[in-house]
């Protein structure tokens, strides 16, 4: 089967930093997603890692570890419209699998 | 240009009453998703088509829900009959898959919020 894990929810400061980690045991992989959330909106694509290591992107940061099945995603100074449901998802090939979703509370 | 176009964007219904959602994927894209995703939880995955083709339904309720792509573009899942716990959010969602499919990003719609009283 396919189990992806990531925390329920999260506090973070404005202007923080804040890490979201995700832990995966799947049959297949070919990449791993991180996609934002908004309350009654669609997932949006955040980032992608295929290989080991570190995937910048302006403010989002995403790490992966193939050999632990670890990813996670950094999220530095941060704002109030960052508040979010964060999903974690594999992709084997054309097979999504999303994790619960992390969401994400951030406090003036 | 366009995104993922889902229709309606909301729907309430009574149980055992019958449902539909369109889809129309990115232009180009050739694969086709739809997922349901219940409050608090990820997309799960229903169905998927490679162009007309349905390629993975194994998790898709076949006694009520069907699904059809017809001409490999929009798309329609029905559900017949609905039932309470049908009440969740239907996502559709596209990519474009590759030969050599390492990155195939999947562009979501806006979602149909589907309440069965």
């Known amino acids: 089967g396919q189990n992806i894990d990531q925390p329920t929810e999260m506090t973070a400061t404005e202007g923080a930093i804040v890490q979201i980690n995700c832990t995966y045991q799947?049959?297949?992989?070919?990449?791993l997603f991180w996609y934002q959330q908004h309350a009654g909106e669609a997932p949006t694509f955040l980032s992608y890692?295929?290989?080991?290591g570190l995937e910048e992107k302006g403010r989002f940061s995403s790490f992966l570890s193939r050999s632990k099945g670890y990813s996670y995603l950094l999220l530095k100074e941060l704002q109030m419209k960052d508040s979010a449901s964060y999903l974690c998802?594999?992709?084997?090939?054309?097979?999504?699998?999303f994790g619960s979703g992390t969401k994400l509370n951030v406090k003036p | 240009e366009a995104g993922v176009v889902q229709s309606p964007r909301y729907k309430i219904i009574e149980k055992k009453q019958p449902v539909a959602f369109w889809c129309n994927p990115i232009?180009?894209?050739?694969?086709l998703y739809w997922y349901r995703q219940n409050l608090g939880q990820g997309p799960e995955l229903l169905i998927r088509?490679?162009?007309?083709?349905?390629?993975?339904d194994s998790q898709l309720p076949k006694d009520r829900f069907s699904a059809e792509r017809l001409k490999g573009v929009d798309s329609t899942l029905k559900i017949q009959p609905a039932e309470l716990g049908d009440s969740a959010v239907y996502l559709c969602?596209?990519?474009?898959?590759?030969?050599?499919?390492?990155?195939?990003?999947?562009?979501f719609g806006p979602g149909t919020r589907l309440t069965v009283l």
């Open positions: 799947t049959s297949g992989f070919n990449g």
């Open positions: 998802a594999v992709s084997n090939f054309n097979k999504f699998y």
């Open positions: 969602a596209s990519s474009l898959a590759t030969g050599a499919i390492s990155y195939n990003e999947q562009f």
């Open positions: 890692n295929v290989l080991d």
């Open positions: 088509y490679e162009n007309e083709e349905a390629v993975d």
């Open positions: 232009s180009g894209h050739n694969t």
